[in-house]
């Protein structure tokens, strides 16, 4: 069941208005939510529901230990001298007394015991992402035992996403920001939430740099508001998934089968190239844009993950535009235990490659995703390296053309096996070698416009809210109307799939 189907949108239309009619009951509208979300996970499969159901109480019991380890540890870490005091104390009491003793056997193992508990959630998400790759590694151990393993484990809807809001919430009890939300129905609600267990974003259980956290939208009274911005994104996402995605993704695929008989010419081959990030955007942020209007008519309000990438004029302003959630999180819980950039320059650029390159591995144990990865991370290390060196700022529109061939090529592993990257570059090159440029030269070119005046539409979703909002009920009716006859029009047939719905 897709958001796109006919059954979801029925569903959701009767869901929509029983879950409005509990609107002065937050408790009985979190019961529905839970209730919804698992209703949408066992459509897909009871399996996936029952992981999900295991790690969550798993999660719950994990984040009551650190709720209580974290109070006594800021108990210590507000008051440094309260040992000393204590011990010079010469009525000591039992309180003291319990607090020294804390303070001597639990306090250092703290940390320690936060470092585990993250570690169960990662070896949780790697046991499903990577089976099949330590499968095929240590199969052949297994059986010289007599032993056997299962060839293959279905991998969950949505592991990878609930798993990392998982350890926003762990780091969150550990330090006292989930005081208000520390119940179990928040919390399952929290990591099943079904607007956005397929596709993210990645929500976070605590407010931070700017983004509004999932977690405590639960408890809180939820209003209906926010019509105009909810019709905008259903409409940007069908532009973006049933236009653009579904109508360039057949050409980029067939440019790429092709390449292996030779026959397509170096502008056709360097089009797909430079089209493939255009449908991976118009298709990921497509699902995203659906699953931000289906959380706000519910009264939620989920972090915005993409903010126009390919306006970007340097690697590091793309990531700060790409997947954003994923970019905060790699951030937060990467770059920054390493060391970040308090390390000095030399350090600090081993700690963006080490990032990147778990970024890479995150997307698949294959070699192409870790290349991907390290190309973005040694892009990263080339710009930083041209800053520190003060060197003269490119023009913005080369800059910008720049960042988008970089990162076009750098898709070509994302897209394809390592093999199959190197076919279709070997077949680039072999063109542009014979000669063999093709008519879609202008179309290159054309492209490249599109891209240096892309950063021109920055506030055109804010003026679509507001024409909607100013337009009468009736002629928002026949615009809306309108508009949903032309998509439906144009679009090919069939409902594309989520490309990220394997990672």
Known sequence: MTFFSPEFVLLFLLFFVIYWAAKNFVSMQKLLILF?????????????????????????????????????????????????????????????????????????????????????CVLFLCFFKYYDFFYGVFAGFFEFFGLSLFESVAFPLGVSYYTFMSITYLVAMYRGQCERCDDFISLACFLAFFPSIVMGPISRASDEKGLRALLPQFNEPKNFSCGDEIFTLV???????????????PYVNNIFSSVYSSSSSASQILLAILLYGVVLYANFSGFIDMSRALALALGFELAQNFAMPYAARNIREFWQRWHITL???????????????????????????????????????????LIWGLLHGVGLVIFNTYKALALPQLNYYVSLILTYIFVSFAWIFFANDFDNSLVILKGLFAA??????????????????????????AGFFGFCVHM????????????????????IAIMPSGIPSFIYASF
Request: include cysteine; charge should be positive; hydrophobic fraction near 50%.
């Open 36 to 120: 919804a979300s698992y209703a949408f996970i066992c459509a897909n499969s009871l399996y996936f529901a029952l992981v999900l159901f295991g790690f969550t109480c798993a999660v719950f019991v994990c984040g009551k230990y650190l709720q209580e380890h974290g109070k006594l540890v800021r108990l210590l870490e507000q008051s440094p001298k309260i040992s000393e005091d204590l011990v010079n104390n010469t009525q000591n009491n039992s309180q003291s007394t319990e607090l020294i003793s804390y303070k001597n056997k639990f306090a250092p193992t703290s940390n320690l015991a936060l470092g585990v508990i993250i570690g169960f």
């Open 468 to 487: 909607l909002s100013c337009m009468p009920i009736l002629l928002k009716a026949l615009v809306l109307g309108l508009v949903f006859s032309m998509i």
């Open 235 to 249: 409409i940007f996402a069908c532009v973006k998934l049933l236009v653009i995605s579904s109508l360039l993704s």
């Open 432 to 457: 542009l070698g014979a000669g063999n440029f093709g008519s879609q030269t202008a179309l290159v070119v054309l492209l490249f416009a599109g891209v240096g005046l892309y950063h021109k539409c």
């Open 327 to 369: 970019t905060t999180f790699i951030t937060r819980y990467i770059y920054i235990p390493l060391g970040g950039s308090a390390k000095g320059f030399t350090r600090t650029q081993i700690n963006v490659l080490i990032a990147f390159g778990l970024s890479g591995i995150w997307h698949g144990a294959e070699w192409n995703f």
